[in-house]
C-alpha cells in the first residue's frame, strides 16, 4: 500500500511516500514559510522524484490537529482537493500522534506537547515498547503546570517532542520526574509519522473518505475566544 502522507500543523511543513512501511521519499522544510505556497510544489517534486503517478496511491493521510488553526486548514483542504475526484481513502491523523510515530526506535513515554500559547500545550502521551506505539491520553488542551504534576506519577523515561517541548522542559525543571528534550531533527512531526500512524489505522479500518476528513480544532480560535470574552464581561 502506497501513503502519502502530509503535515502543515506548525512552522515546519512535510509530505513524505510511504510503501508498506518503507520510507520512499520525504520532503521537509522548517523555516517558517507559507504552507499554501509550498506544500502542493513539494508534493508535485515528491511524485516525481519517485516516479509516482497520484493515481498510484492507495492512501493519502493528513496531521488534522490540533496545531495552527490556518496551517491544519491548509493541509486539510490540500488532501481533500487532491482525494475528492481520485474517491480515494484518507487517515485523519492526529499531529500529535504523528509525533510518536516519528520516534519508534525508543521505549518509555513521549510527551508530545504543542505551544497552544498562555502557558497552555496541546498535548497527548504516548507509550513506545518494541516499536509499538501505545495511546496513553486523549488529545487534549491543558496548561504546562497541569501536565507537570501528571507525569510526576510516571517512572518512565520521559520524552519531550514537538514545538512545546521546550516550554515544557523549562517548566518540568527540578522535578521528580526524568525527562529528556528531543534533538531537533525528531522533535518536531514529520510526514514520515503521519504516515506509519495512518497505516496503522487502515490496518483498524479507520479511515474516512475526503468528504467525511475534517480538521481537529481542541479550542475556539483565538478570535472566537476573545470575542466570547468581551461578551461575558458585557453581562
Known amino acids: ?26 520532503f521537509y522544510l522548517n523555516i517558517k514559510t507559507t504552507h499554501s505556497q509550498t506544500l502542493m510544489p513539494m508534493v508535485s517534486e515528491l511524485l516525481r522524484s519517485t516516479s509516482t503517478e497520484i493515481n498510484d496511491i492507495d492512501l493519502f493521510a493528513v496531521n488534522a490537529g490540533p496545531g495552527s488553526f490556518t496551517g491544519v486548514r491548509i493541509g486539510v483542504a490540500s488532501v481533500k482537493g487532491m482525494t475528492l475526484p481520485l474517491d480515494k ?15 519508534p526506535y525508543t521505549d518509555g513515554v513521549v510527551c508530545a ?19 509499538r506505539v501505545e495511546r496513553i491520553t486523549e488529545d487534549r488542551a491543558l496548561s504546562v503546570s497541569e501536565l507537570a504534576q501528571e507525569l510526576e506519577y510516571y517512572d518512565d523515561q520521559i520524552y519531550l517532542a514537538g514545538d512545546g517541548a521546550e516550554l515544557c522542559a523549562r517548566a ?64
Not at 502543515?8 to 508498506?20: D, F, G, I, R, Y
Not at 481513502?89 to 520516534?103: D, I, K, N
Not at 483498524?204 to 479550542?219: A, D, Q
Request: hydrophobic content about 45%; proline content about 4%.
Open 113 to 131: 506537547a504543542m505551544d497552544a500559547r498562555r502557558d497552555q500545550v496541546y498535548n497527548a502521551l504516548f507509550r513506545l515498547d518494541g516499536g
Open 89 to 103: 481513502p484518507c487517515a485523519q491523523v492526529s499531529t500529535l500522534e504523528a509525533m510518536a510515530y516519528g520516534m
Open 172 to 235: 518540568f525543571e527540578g522535578r521528580a520526574f526524568s525527562f529528556v528534550l528531543t534533538p531537533e531533527n525528531i522533535r518536531f512531526q514529520h510526514a514520515w509519522g503521519t504516515a506509519l500512524a495512518a497505516e496503522k489505522m487502515a490496518e483498524e479500518n479507520r479511515l474516512c473518505s475526503s468528504s467525511e476528513l475534517m480538521p481537529t480544532y481542541l479550542r475556539l480560535p483565538q478570535a472566537e475566544r476573545e470575542l466570547k470574552e468581551k461578551l461575558a464581561k458585557k453581562e
Open 1 to 26: 500500500m502506497k501513503i502519502l502522507a502530509v503535515d502543515t500543523t506548525a512552522s515546519p511543513v512535510s509530505a513524505a511516500l510511504v510503501e508498506n512501511g518503507r520510507l520512499l521519499g520525504e
